[in-house]
């Protein structure tokens, strides 16, 4: 999506780590007409999936599944982070690596929001090696639901976890696929788009 591509260009910045910094825009402070853009190409993307619920987990992911819900029409779930004391008995329950933090977090969505009967559309803001995914993957076939689709803002694919995910047959549509990106120079190479 080119709207996202010049926006990376303009105001990302390469951090050690191989880490994008988007604070400007999507992970601090939100700029929510230029993400509400993102979500109405989430519904283009998707247009033929019947979805009725779109997960994503907190708390980056919340802004971008949130407008892209206002253009499905359809209710936003949010994996909690959690620590075991105050688990819930009635909830899904998974462990996510965070690339960002360098720690596996446990993590948690209510069986009150998400069952058999649900086809969900996972949202996040970023994909780099595909754990936060998996995760909310393996939330959704514990409820026994299906995975429609999944919509990623920005994917780093030299970190390779969009690239295993469509191997796995999942319908994975990235608004933005970085393939290099360099630190010291700050240059930044995006995938061309397919079709
Ligand atoms: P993965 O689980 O795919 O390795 O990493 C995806 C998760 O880590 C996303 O939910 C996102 O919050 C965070 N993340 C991974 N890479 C980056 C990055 O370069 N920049 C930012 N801001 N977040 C990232």
Do not use: W
Not at 131 to 146: K, N, P
Request: charged letters at 25%; glycine letters at 10%.
């Amino acid at each position: 999506m080119k709207l996202l591509e010049e926006k990376i260009l303009k105001d990302g910045v390469i951090k050690s780590g191989n880490v994008l910094k988007v604070d400007s825009f999507l992970n601090h402070q939100i700029d929510v007409p230029f993400i509400a853009e993102l979500g109405k190409e989430f519904k283009r993307q998707f247009a033929d999936c019947p979805i009725n619920k779109i997960l994503t987990i907190e708390a980056s992911g919340i802004g971008i599944a949130c407008v892209a819900a206002m253009s499905f029409g359809v209710p936003v779930v949010f994996a909690k982070k959690t620590t075991g004391s105050n688990m819930d008995k009635d909830v899904y329950f998974t462990q996510i690596y965070s690339y960002t933090h360098s720690k596996t977090n446990d993590v948690v969505v209510s069986k009150r929001f998400l069952n058999k009967n649900d086809h969900v559309l996972i949202i996040d803001d970023f994909l780099a090696n595909g754990c936060a995914l998996e995760g909310l993957i393996d939330i959704v076939r514990q409820a026994g639901g299906t995975v429609e689709g999944i919509g990623v803002a920005i994917e780093k694919g030299f970190q390779g976890g969009g690239d295993k995910l469509r191997a796995m047959g999942f319908n994975l549509h990235s608004l933005a696929i970085i393939d290099k990106m360099d630190a010291a120079s700050g240059v930044i190479h995006f995938r061309q788009e397919q079709e």
